[in-house]
């Protein structure tokens, strides 16, 4: 299910965009499980550009899925009208904790 963020401490922009999980990351109705987890992610080096961006899971001995902006949830945007979102940390410095 697609979630809904707002962007407007980035860009300016009040209106809500729409973001969703990679298409084949999690089967519907399913929690994510991290223990569980065996993709690798490949994607682009960070940069400037809010409306842009590139990469893909890869799993051992299957096809790349890949995926882009409308992936992507940036750090400073707002989850509005959705419960809860569900997706992985694709940069982040030593510093960061992780929650399960």
């Known amino acids: 299910a697609p979630c ?3 962007t407007a401490s980035l860009d300016g922009e009040t209106n809500l965009k729409q973001r969703q999980v990679v ?19 490949i994607c682009e080096k960070p940069n400037n ?14 096809q790349k899925i890949g995926f882009g902006k409308e992936n992507l949830l940036l750090r ?7 419960e809860d979102a569900t997706g992985i940390v694709v940069y982040a410095g030593i510093l960061l904790p992780v929650f399960y």
């Open 4 to 6: 809904h963020i707002e």
């Open 76 to 82: 400073g945007c707002t989850v509005r009208n959705s």
């Open 23 to 41: 298409r084949g990351f999690l089967k519907p109705n399913s929690p994510f499980e991290p223990q569980y987890f065996e993709y690798v992610i």
């Open 49 to 62: 550009n809010l409306n842009r961006f590139k990469g893909c899971l890869q799993y051992p001995g299957q």
